[in-house]
């Protein structure tokens, strides 16, 4: 019997111990997640399943193709039922087929760089490891003007900052668009250390912009991007002179506790992830060379609360971001902004995370024009 008892306990913490690993690895795993659903061109229009993602306001991307290599731009719904929508298509690289096939629902509302400049350059930002990162450069009016560095989230490619770089563009500066460690096409990482060690990625990418005759940088960052340019001003406080964060994660424990929740999982399973990431061992398990600082990756604690690891943010920061992100909470923002006197929130019409841009396109160019060409504002207020 106690033998029976013993080998049902093993059991469990064996099978407690691997659901722990995996929803870590969820947090900081690097491969792209891309969902595929079910589509079949209508006439001139599409048909897809309904859903929260489907049905929202503004333009989208649908990948299709073999190697989901075509891309069409879907423009607003014009019928919907219990089941399905059917939205117009805009624009498309290769013919959209009435039979049924396998598509990538996306938020990005371009192909490739070249849409916004034909004369767009691949270079290579050296990094202090030795290593070389891949980026975009779309060059401004000025060489010697302010430049724009535009930082991907976790899990994604650089296709998602064309949104910013197109407003950029549109101010006369120059962009440039890089990846760094464990993104989505940059170098290979076996697992995201959420900004702690990528920040210098950053730094580097700022070297070379300055190294070409930037006379400002102004860092745009995406979800989890907003992680290398917060680590990065608490390195070097006036590494850059001026933030603009979109859809920022800001604040881990609380993405996590508020991920679970959302998954219909108890709160104690949140508590065993956050102390596997953090773990020396655990987090080795999971693929992390060192284990994470939780703490640390809450940058909106400097003036809640008195910790070495607080952060005071000296630039211009403007943060777009909308209350109907259900997977970065929009209250860590609201904390975020609230603890740093230098940042402006502007919140845009309710959107999926990462999507303030689709859906309300307005809000979002008009608040980071400003952002960009004013004197020494953050930007506009909500």
């Given at each position: 019997m106690i033998a029976?008892?013993?080998?049902?306990?093993?059991?469990?913490?064996?099978?407690?111990?691997?659901?722990?690993?995996?929803?870590?690895?969820?947090?900081?795993?690097?491969?792209?997640?891309?969902?595929?659903?079910?589509?079949?061109?209508?006439?001139?229009?599409?048909?897809?399943?309904?859903?929260?993602?489907?049905?929202?306001d503004g333009s989208y991307g649908l990948w299709f193709g073999e190697r989901f290599e075509h891309h069409a731009l879907i423009g607003?719904?014009?019928?919907?039922?219990?089941?399905?929508v059917i939205r117009r298509v805009l624009k498309t690289t290769a013919p959209i087929s009435t039979e049924p096939f396998e598509a990538q629902w996306t938020g990005h509302v371009m192909s490739g760089p070249s849409e916004i400049d034909p004369e767009w350059a691949d270079v290579a930002v050296p990094l202090r490891d030795g290593t070389l990162a891949p980026a975009w450069l779309f060059r401004g009016e000025s060489p010697d003007a302010p430049w724009v560095i535009h930082v991907q989230g976790i899990r994604t490619s650089r296709?998602?900052?064309?949104?910013?770089?197109?407003?950029?563009?549109?101010?006369?500066?120059?962009?440039?668009?890089?990846?760094?460690r464990g993104s989505g096409d940059g170098p290979t990482a076996s697992a995201s250390t959420l900004g702690q060690?990528?920040?210098?990625?950053?730094?580097?990418?700022?070297?070379?912009?300055?190294?070409?005759g930037?006379?400002?940088?102004?860092?745009?960052?995406?979800?989890?991007?907003?992680?290398?340019?917060l680590?990065?001003?608490?390195?070097?406080?006036?590494?850059?002179?001026?933030?603009?964060?979109?859809?920022?994660a800001t604040n881990w424990r609380g993405i996590i506790r508020h991920g679970v929740a959302q998954a219909g999982l108890p709160g104690f399973v949140a508590t065993g992830v956050l102390w596997a990431l953090g773990s020396p061992i655990a987090s080795q398990m999971v693929g992390l060379v060192a284990p994470l600082d939780v703490d640390r990756l809450d940058w909106g604690r400097s003036l809640t609360i008195?910790?070495?690891?607080?952060?005071?943010?000296?630039?211009?920061?403007?943060?777009?971001?909308?209350?109907?992100?259900?997977?970065?909470?929009?209250?860590?923002?609201?904390?975020?902004?609230?603890?740093?006197?230098?940042?402006?929130?502007?919140?845009?019409?309710?959107?999926?995370?990462?999507?303030?841009?689709?859906v309300d396109p307005e809000v979002f160019r008009s608040a980071l024009m400003s952002w960009l060409v004013s004197p020494g504002a953050a930007g506009v207020l909500r």
């Open positions: 029976t008892v013993a080998a049902v306990a093993a059991a469990l913490v064996a099978a407690t111990a691997t659901v722990l690993r995996l929803l870590a690895r969820r947090v900081v795993g690097t491969r792209p997640r891309r969902r595929t659903l079910t589509v079949r061109g209508v006439g001139d229009e599409i048909e897809l399943p309904k859903s929260a993602l489907t049905v929202a607003p719904v014009v019928a919907s039922d219990e089941h399905r296709l998602v900052t064309l949104r910013s770089v197109e407003v950029a563009q549109s101010a006369g500066l120059t962009s440039l668009v890089i990846t760094y060690r990528e920040w210098s990625d950053l730094a580097d990418a700022i070297a070379y912009a300055r190294s070409r930037a006379a400002a940088v102004y860092v745009v960052a995406w979800s989890m991007g907003a992680g290398l340019a680590e990065l001003l608490r390195h070097e406080p006036d590494a850059f002179d001026r933030l603009a964060l979109i859809a920022p008195r910790v070495p690891t607080g952060l005071t943010i000296r630039v211009p920061t403007l943060v777009i971001h909308s209350s109907g992100d259900e997977e970065v909470p929009f209250q860590p923002t609201e904390d975020f902004v609230a603890a740093h006197p230098k940042a402006t929130l502007v919140e845009t019409a309710a959107a999926p995370h990462g999507w303030e841009a689709n």
